[in-house]
């Protein structure tokens, strides 16, 4: 038997006078609202009322009850009725852990425009592009980039992401357009430090060979360092069209053998629990999905590469 209910039914005979209307306060049957608090005093091991044929009264023991009772039950139906609030309105902080690149170039805007839709959501964004624990470091959501492996955690995907091989015109001018995979290996790579490149796709298969053989001639943890790098000339890079892409529209860089574009990544938000599922992680997971569109509206207008 729940003992919140059993001490509701003491509290309601109390307050009522009798157990017949209490259990119309209750909604029970005056059975069920005896046994209740027939039950709290087998429990407790103390005797909370007299009981005789013509009324009901509160013992010494009762009486100390009922005061302790009377506040225990109103700080119960206080956090209810503000957990019940939060889900209904959603607020409180939302920590948020997501990739340096993508928050710095997609998500400012994404926050202003969630916060405007829910201003009772404090947001505390942290940029990593680093694994984070999410239960052990605090975090409500985490957004990763890649090809998840299954783990404890849940995963709802939020966007395709494209990875293209480009440069710049001017360094295919010098160093020509390759037409095939063989053709990289007269070309400069530049590195990024975090690719997985055991994911799936000869451009990937490629590259792995070519950065063991040459350890790469440049590498970094920042792929907006690589791009501009790519833009100024020092060699070839492979990365995502969400950092790219403006360099691609304006013709600063070009894509390089389309024809082996690997299949997408997908940026995904992860989080731990599916159940009873905090109101501001529903939202902020459903206001995302489909904010940045499908396609997503930076590889709206990336150019294929000319014949250089």
């Not at 209490?22 to 069920?32: D, K, R, V, W, Y």
């Not at 019940?84 to 852990?97: A, C, D, E, N, T």
């Not at 160093?175 to 799936?200: F, V």
Request: charged content about 20%; overall charge neutral; proline content about 5%.
């Amino acid at each position: 038997m729940d003992r919140i209910d059993a001490m509701r039914a003491f509290v309601a005979v109390v307050t009522e006078g009798s157990f017949s209307k209490a259990a119309i306060t209750m909604q029970l049957s005056p059975q069920l609202v005896s046994k209740y608090v027939a039950k709290l005093e087998e429990q407790l091991n103390t005797r909370l009322l007299n009981r005789t044929t013509r009324k009901v009264s509160v013992t010494e023991g009762g009486s100390q009850y009922f005061t302790h009772a009377q506040q225990i039950l109103l700080s119960i139906d206080e956090i209810s009725a503000q957990l019940g609030g939060l889900q209904q309105h959603p607020k409180g902080v939302l920590r948020i852990s997501a990739p340096v690149s993508f928050a710095l170039k997609h998500m400012a805007r994404l926050i202003t425009d969630f916060q405007a839709q829910y201003p009772s959501v404090t947001v505390d964004l942290q940029l990593s592009d680093r694994k984070v624990d999410i239960v052990e470091e605090g975090f409500d959501i985490a957004l990763r980039i890649g090809q998840l492996e299954s783990s404890s955690l849940i995963a709802k995907q939020i966007s395709p992401i494209r990875v293209v091989l480009c440069a710049s015109p001017a360094y295919l001018k010098i160093h020509g357009m390759p037409k095939q995979l063989e053709d990289l290996e007269a070309h400069r790579y530049l590195h990024y430090s975090y690719i997985n490149i055991e994911t799936n796709g000869q451009i990937y298969k490629y590259l792995k060979k070519k950065q063991l053989k040459e350890q790469s001639i440049f590498r970094s943890n920042n792929g907006d360092v690589l791009v501009e790098a790519a833009i100024a000339g020092a060699g070839l890079i492979l990365q995502p069209t969400f950092i790219a892409s403006d360099a691609l529209h304006t013709g600063k860089l070009v894509v390089v053998l389309p024809e082996y574009e690997p299949d997408p990544l997908g940026l995904y938000a992860v989080y731990a629990h599916r159940k009873l599922l905090p109101h501001k992680v529903r939202c902020f997971i459903d206001f995302m999905t489909d904010y940045y569109g499908a396609p997503p509206y930076w590889d709206e207008h990336i150019t294929q590469a000319p014949n250089c």
